[in-house]
C-alpha cells in the first residue's frame, strides 16, 4: 500500500462521510488532472503543466503519497522555470504508476 489515511483520518475526527468525499474527490480529479498533465508533456506546454503538477502535489500528499508528491513537486518547479521538457518528463512515469496504483487500491479498498 503506498497511500496512508493518516492525514485525512486526522482531519476528518472519526466523520466516515468526510473520508469518502475525499476519497471520491480524489478518485474523480486526480485521473482526469494525470491525463492532462501526460497530454501537456506532449505539447510541451510548460504553463499547463506547472499547473497541473501543482493541483496534483496536494491531493497525493493528503494521502501520504511522499514519493508522488516529490514527483509532482520536481514537475512543478521544473515547468515553472521552462527547464528542459525531457528532463521534466522523466519523472512523470512514476507519478503515472503510482497515481494508477493508488487509484486501484481505493477503489478496492472502499468499493467505489
Do not use: C, W
Amino acid at each position: 500500500m503506498i497511500y496512508s489515511l493518516d492525514k485525512i483520518n486526522e482531519m476528518a475526527d472519526g466523520d466516515q462521510d468526510f473520508i469518502n468525499s475525499v476519497i471520491s474527490v480524489f478518485l474523480e480529479e486526480v485521473p482526469q488532472d494525470l491525463n492532462g498533465l501526460e497530454e501537456a508533456l506532449e505539447n510541451e506546454d510548460y504553463n499547463q503543466v506547472y499547473q497541473l503538477a501543482h493541483k496534483i502535489k496536494p491531493n497525493v500528499d493528503l494521502l501520504g503519497m511522499e514519493q508522488t508528491r516529490a514527483a509532482a513537486l520536481e514537475i512543478e518547479t521544473l515547468a515553472k522555470n521552462e527547464a528542459n521538457m525531457a528532463e521534466i518528463k522523466g519523472f512523470f512515469p512514476s507519478l503515472k504508476k503510482d497515481v494508477e496504483q493508488v487509484v486501484s487500491e481505493l477503489q478496492k479498498d472502499f468499493d467505489l
